[in-house]
């Protein structure tokens, strides 16, 4: 709780830089969405295996805007019976899927995956603005090669504390890795708190299943789908860690910086 009252208090001194359809920015590690009328969600990106990109493909789009065009034109020709309205009628539809097979080329979402948990999220600003967000959180994720001494310090952090035992630092770190505004989200029992609201686990992963909200007190809400990357992080944390992995993006990273532990 302490941990996200100082991002909050950080961004009430510092104003994010946020996409302006998307409400979504990056911040330190933390991945950004400030919903309108809503607190900002923070989600720490060292929470996630990777992120991408993804796109809707144009492709069924773009078929049935050929195929109404080719139907345009035979009607244009009398090879089809019927009138004017034929052609007109193939004509509008070739169009409108012509118009959605370009933009489904220009959409992009964030793809933000966890284990065999996949969660989406859209950028409605553009593929560029969604490559710049991609580009500067994937390097926090944990398949990522270490690129950065923030990264590097916390995978070795990590490593220490899987090597001497110690199962509940995992979790601690799980447990203030999202936020909606200064509350926390974290798994107790079988439930998803928000800070004191709590959401049956079965009951997230169906409204995450329907790409639907958690409704909150004061109108707020956030993504049933996000909260669901807190459980299967929390699932992931009690397993314990692939240590080897770990240890090798450490000590790639070392190799690779001339750094070493202690250094």
């Known amino acids: 709780m302490a941990v996200a009252a100082t991002k909050e208090t950080a961004l009430a001194r510092q104003p994010l830089r946020l996409l302006p359809r998307s409400g979504i920015g990056v911040d330190d590690g933390d991945l950004v969405i400030a919903p309108p009328g809503n607190p900002v969600i923070r989600l720490d990106a060292r929470l996630l295996d990777r992120v991408e ?124 890795a999202l936020a909606v505004g200064n509350e926390t989200v974290h798994v107790a029992g079988g439930f998803l708190q928000v800070g004191s609201i709590g959401f049956r686990i079965d009951e997230v992963r169906d409204y995450a299943l329907r790409g639907a909200n958690l409704a909150l007190p004061g109108g707020r809400f956030l993504q049933a789908a996000m909260g669901l990357l807190v459980v299967a992080a929390d699932e992931r944390a009690r397993a314990g860690e692939d240590l080897e992995v770990l240890a090798k993006r450490v000590a790639d990273y070392e190799a690779w910086s001339g750094r070493t532990a202690g250094r």
């Open 53 to 176: 990109l993804i796109g809707r493909s144009p492709v069924s789009a773009a078929v049935t805007s050929g195929v109404a065009a080719i139907g345009a034109i035979a009607g244009g020709l009398a090879i089809l019976p019927g009138s004017i309205f034929t052609v007109a009628g193939f004509g509008y539809l070739a169009y409108e899927r012509f118009a959605e097979a370009r933009r489904r080329g220009k959409s992009r979402d964030l793809l933000l995956a966890l284990g065999d948990l996949e969660v989406a999220l859209h950028v409605v600003d553009g593929p560029d603005a969604a490559k710049r967000v991609c580009d500067q959180r994937a390097p926090y994720t944990r398949d990522a090669p270490i690129s950065r001494p923030e990264v590097y310090e916390d995978a070795r952090r990590r490593l220490a504390a899987g090597v001497g035992g110690d199962a509940r630092a995992a979790r601690r770190e799980v447990d203030k």
